[in-house]
Each structure stands twice: as structure tokens, then as C-alpha cells.
T-cell receptor, first 113, second 109 residues
């Protein structure tokens, strides 16, 4: 099992550019989510999905889109990058319902200039 | 809405000293509380959860519903405990987690 994988590891964007952060898991988890990690602010939930075809907004969804066409993949799209989106992005997955542990990917460090 | 607060952003102790990382929460229902840890250059991982009442790597945490707290404790800190620690709350229904701001623990030799 590869667990949760994320690509790329690092990315530099110019303001206004768009890109997609990839996330995949091979554990057949229903629940997947995206967080951003900023110093002093902890992890904040951007979007999440409880299964293929179902997504919902978290705390800080503005400027980001997601889709979940398969159980395995949950890409995060930045529509028009802004310096405020400079952050480390983590994808996580878990079984839904009674399972408690979320498994995290290694993170993507994004810089927007 | 639920909220998790970790009042200390940085905590520094000496090896062998007791350590306590504070976590307070607000939630109207019955919460499930967790501690996650991120060691340098490693992924965020679950350390312990209140429902299992277990001790992991010498750490324990007790849910105090009266004080709405879930402090993480270890009687004798080790250098390898140096890491970022996050307290998290899960609602009674669903898988969504709310994280605190995190506490960077440094254990000095």
C-alpha cells in the first residue's frame, strides 16, 4: 500500500496562474479531505468528500475547487493563484463512519509570487 | 460551531522533565478528541484518541468535559518527542476534523 500520495511536492506559481494538486489513496477510503497548514493557524479544512461524486466546503473554500470522480482520487484546483494561497497543503483520507484515524499525505509546499 | 484552542504555540522543556500540552475545545455535542503529531520531515500521524484511553509513547490525555479540555501529558520528556502537536475534534456524526493551532514542542538535552 502506498497510502496517501500527493504530487507535486513543491510548486511555485505566479499570481493568476492555475494549477491542480493531485491526491490519491489506495486504501478504499470513502472520506477524503484537503487542508492547508499555515504557521500559527494550524490545519484548516478547505474541502472534503464523503464518497465519489459528493463534495462539500470546509472552513476556507474560497479560491479552490474539488471534484471526486473516483474513490481513489481527490484533486484540488487553484483557479487563479494569489499570494495568500502560499501554504503547505495536505490531503487526508479515512473510512467514513466509525473509523477515527485520518491518514495524511506528505504535503505539497506551494509558493505564489 | 466547534472550536479547538491550543494556547501555547511554542513549548520548550528539558529532557526528563514533565510536559503538558494544553488543548481546550468548544462543542455543543459529545466530542471525540484526538492528538496528532508531526515529526520533522514526516507526515502528520495519529498519536492517540480519547475513546481508546491508551498510552502511546508514554503520552496520555484525559478528556475533561467539565473543563472542556484534553491536555496531553508525559511524565518524562525525551528528545525524540520534539515535534509539532495538534489537538483535533471530531463531531459526533461524520468524519470531519477541526484542528487547533498546534504546539511546537522542543525537548532540550
Amino acid at each position: 500500500n502506498a497510502g496517501v500520495t500527493q504530487t507535486p511536492k513543491f510548486q511555485v506559481l505566479k499570481t493568476g496562474q492555475s494549477m491542480t494538486l493531485q491526491c490519491a489513496q489506495d486504501m478504499n477510503h470513502e472520506y477524503m479531505s484537503w487542508y492547508r497548514q499555515d504557521p500559527g493557524m494550524g490545519l484548516r479544512l478547505i474541502h472534503y468528500s464523503v464518497g465519489a461524486g459528493i463534495t462539500d466546503q470546509g472552513e476556507v473554500p474560497n479560491g479552490y475547487n474539488v471534484s471526486r470522480s473516483t474513490t481513489e482520487d481527490f484533486p484540488l484546483r487553484l483557479l487563479s493563484a494569489a499570494p495568500s494561497q502560499t501554504s503547505v497543503y495536505f490531503c487526508a483520507s479515512s473510512f467514513g463512519g466509525s473509523s477515527y484515524e485520518q491518514y495524511f499525505g506528505p504535503g505539497t509546499r506551494l509558493t505564489v509570487t | 460551531a466547534q472550536r479547538v484552542t491550543q494556547p501555547e504555540k511554542l513549548l520548550s522543556v528539558f529532557k526528563g522533565a514533565p510536559v503538558e500540552l494544553k488543548c481546550n475545545y468548544s462543542y455543543s455535542g459529545s466530542p471525540e478528541l484526538f492528538w496528532y503529531v508531526q515529526y520533522s520531515r514526516q507526515r502528520l500521524q495519529l498519536l492517540l484518541r480519547h475513546i481508546s484511553r491508551e498510552s502511546i509513547k508514554g503520552f496520555t490525555a484525559d478528556l475533561n468535559k467539565g473543563e472542556t479540555s484534553f491536555h496531553l501529558k508525559k511524565p518524562f520528556a525525551q528528545e525524540e518527542d520534539s515535534a509539532m502537536y495538534y489537538c483535533a475534534l471530531r463531531q459526533t456524526s461524520g468524519s470531519r476534523l477541526t484542528f487547533g493551532e498546534g504546539t511546537q514542542l522542543t525537548v532540550n538535552p
